[in-house]
């Protein structure tokens, strides 16, 4: 009898290892400092509680403490080798790291292990797609596609490496895709833009782009991009409306002034023309397109000596300019 009450007030009163890491869980982002202790003490009672572990591995991976994180992740995979939510991690923290080929190993590993997580072929994806092999992470975007079919975020990574292999329509049909799943954010809009752009549809990039400057007015792409298309079909006075409404938002964007500068000039207002290019080179000494642009205005405004000058400096930054003299 007395055996039994003491395992009784064992079950009702002990907290095990297992408690704590449940506890940990449930605070999650929602209060990391507490989940940290709770995730401590697990560990503290049980050495090899793999899930304290790879959720203490969590928590420090989105705080930025990526080493203790890749350190607890280590001694997971020790643990217990099959473990595949642990490499998927482990991926997601040399991703943060910018190691993706190492984590391309860590993703392709949990994948060996369980073939039907789509996050798993989503991560491995994204990093292929940092390293410029967009056709390897559109075929993994596609099979995270193929094991969960309402994965936007699988869908926009797979539209945005169709836009880097310059398969515009293709990926234009994913980003409909997301409306059709009812996500309408600003930038799911001005990426389709970009593929209406480049196809040369700029009544559709136009409609994308004043949607998203109605909706959000501090899009500083959306106001670029409209002042390349304006520029791009010769509507120099509304191109530099939206570069300056670009300029408003980010004042430190050298090429930008100096895109109003070339509009300016093209309009032959010298004087804005020179205002704007100025303040390029201001911002950014070396560029020599600015220095070159700045020149053909002095040059019209007979500052030969300036012009001269301004071209001298253009050679000194960039010897093979030659071709911009002519």
Do not use: W
């Not at 959000?216 to 191109?239: C, M, P, V």
């Not at 004042?251 to 002034?257: L, W």
């Amino acid at each position: 009898m007395f055996s039994y009450y003491k395992k009784l007030i064992q079950k009702l009163f002990y907290k095990d290892s297992n408690y704590y890491c449940e506890r940990g869980i449930a605070r999650g982002n929602n209060n990391v400092e507490e989940a940290l202790k709770d995730f401590n003490i697990a560990i503290n009672i049980d050495k090899e509680n793999i899930n304290a572990y790879n959720n203490r591995a969590v928590l420090n991976n989105n705080l930025g403490n990526y080493y203790d994180a890749l350190n607890d992740l280590n001694h997971v995979t020790k643990l217990n080798e099959n473990f595949a939510d642990a490499y998927n991690n482990r991926g997601n923290v040399r991703s943060n790291l910018n190691d993706h080929r190492e984590a391309i190993k860590d993703y392709t590993k949990a994948i060996s292990i369980d073939s039907n997580n789509a996050y798993y072929f989503n991560n491995r994806g994204a990093s292929k797609f940092t390293l410029k092999r967009y056709k390897e992470a559109e075929k993994d975007f596609t099979e995270a596609l193929k094991l969960k079919e309402d994965f936007s975020e699988a869908y926009f990574n797979r539209a945005m490496a169709k836009y880097n292999m310059k398969m515009f329509k293709l990926a234009i049909k994913d980003f409909n895709k997301l409306f059709e799943l009812n996500i309408h954010d600003s930038a799911i809009y001005i990426q389709r833009a970009l593929c209406f752009y480049e196809l040369a549809d700029y009544d559709n990039a136009i409609s994308d782009l004043q949607y998203v400057i109605q909706t959000d007015i501090h899009q500083t792409l959306a106001y670029y991009t409209l002042g390349n298309i304006y520029e791009r079909i010769g509507r120099f006075s509304k191109a530099i409306k939206f570069y300056n409404l670009a300029l408003d938002l980010d004042p430190f964007d050298a090429n930008m002034y100096f895109k109003c500068g070339l509009l300016y000039s093209k309009l032959n207002n010298n004087q804005k023309a020179l205002e704007k290019l100025n303040q390029a080179i201001r911002l950014d000494p070396y560029l020599t397109e600015a220095y070159v642009e700045r020149s053909k205005i002095k040059l019209k405004n007979s500052k030969i000596l300036d012009a001269a000058e301004d071209l001298a400096k253009a050679m000194d930054i960039d010897p093979n300019m030659t071709a911009a003299l002519v």
